[in-house]
Each structure stands twice: as C-alpha cells, then as structure tokens.
C-alpha cells in the first residue's frame, strides 16, 4: 500500500501469537494519545485511543498501555489475525489547537501476520 | 453513504497543471482536515476548515496550495503548477464537533501522481 514503505519498521508474527507495537511520543503536554490502522489502499482508521492520567486501556482484542515517564506507548494485540495486517500509526492531540482535533501522527509501524 | 468521500481517487498531472481534490465529511459533521502522505512517510497535518473558515493552515506550503469549505458542497485541496514533489496521497478526515481526542474519521484518500 502507499503507506508502506521501504523505511518503516516491520513486525512480523504468526497467526494466533500476540502483537506489541511500541511508539515513542515526544509531547508530554498531550493529553490523548491515539492508535490508528491503515490498510493498504485506504484511509487510515481509530482503533482506540487513552487519555494522559491512564496507564491502560483494554478494547476488544486490544489494550494500549502509556507510560510518562519514558514517553512510551504499546498498543498489544491479542491473537493477531491475518485481518490485522497494516500500517499502525501513533498519534497525539495537540492540547494547545483551540479545542479542535490537531492529531500529529508518528511513522509507522508495518505489521505482516504468517498465516 | 456514511464516510468520508474523497474524489479523484486517483489524479494523473503533468508537471505545472493544477490539481483538485474534493472531500465530503461525514453526515453530520461540520470539521474538516486536510492531510498529506508522502511515500515512506507518515501523514502529515496539512489545514483545519469549518464551514467557510480556515481555521488553521499552518501545515499548508505557502505557494501553490489553497483549500477551502464552502457554505454549500464539499472541501476542495487545490494544488496548482504541480512539480512531482507534490505526488503523494491526500488524506481528508472529519469530526462532528470541536472536541479534542484525537478521533478522526478518514476518506480513502486521493492520490496524485505527477509526471
């Protein structure tokens, strides 16, 4: 897809195993931090997000863990299916924007599921 | 139709031609963001508009790119005298109030390629 490219950082895993995509975040001043997946081909797509006085947040099949004091964020998937194949991207809001969504994106990590 | 409609889908320049790209947000939904995904790279905030106002612009190249939302149909991303720097996809994503999470709902994006 057109997201993917030669420079991102790829996870390859088998089908069933569990998935960590681990981001560094550089604005401690966020106060949302966001998950995103962009399959090849299309636009990219929330998964779930956490807010900055949580340290985990579980979703269906997910859980996203946000740690301040290294500025690091995983997103873990449990029993990772080929449907889960994509680009993940880490995101953060801008708290300062005025009160709209100014989502600053980071690079992306590639993820191939073996079936 | 509920999401995002972006169109072209896909647009084929020659350098120094202009190039428009429109986006229908959600039903519902008076924000709209503009962003640019260049190959290997990961998308990057372009403009913020409401209804007939530019909001912020601060992610927009000075020359040759505009956008706008008019009062009535969709936001057009206008890029005119193309150079092949500008061969990237266009991501459109709107949200349905000001709010500030960091969820955005994305089209399936358009992609420029210039000759």
């Known amino acids: 897809g057109e997201s993917v490219g030669l420079h991102l950082p790829t996870l390859s895993v088998q089908e069933g195993d569990n998935s960590i995509i681990n981001c560094a975040y550089s604005?401690?001043?966020?106060?949302?931090f966001i998950w995103y997946k962009q399959e090849s081909g299309k636009g990219p797509q929330f998964i779930i997000d956490i807010r900055s006085n949580m340290d985990k947040r579980q979703g269906q099949r997910v859980t996203v863990l946000l740690n301040k004091t290294v500025k690091h964020l995983s997103l873990q998937i449990a029993a990772t299916q080929p449907g889960d194949s994509a680009v993940y991207f880490c995101?953060?809001?801008?708290?300062?924007?005025?009160?709209?969504?100014?989502?600053?994106f980071g690079t992306g990590t590639k993820l191939q599921v073996i079936p | 139709n509920a999401g995002v409609m972006q169109n072209p889908r896909h647009l084929v320049r020659r350098r120094g031609q202009e190039a428009r790209l429109r986006c229908s947000p959600m039903?519902?939904?008076?924000?709209v963001y503009w962003y640019r995904q260049l190959p290997e790279e990961g998308l990057k905030f372009m403009v913020y508009l409401q209804k007939e106002n530019i909001i912020d612009e601060s992610g927009m190249p000075k020359e040759r790119f505009s956008a706008e939302f008019p009062k009535e149909g969709p936001s057009i991303l206008r890029i005119q005298q193309v150079v092949r720097g500008d061969s990237a996809a266009y991501f459109c994503a709107s949200s349905p109030s000001r709010g500030n999470t960091g969820e955005l709902f994305f089209g399936e994006g358009s992609r420029l390629t210039v000759l």
């Open positions: 039903k519902g939904h008076s924000h």
């Open positions: 995101a953060e809001n801008d708290p300062f924007s005025g009160g709209y969504q100014k989502v600053t």
């Open positions: 604005n401690s001043a966020s106060d949302y």
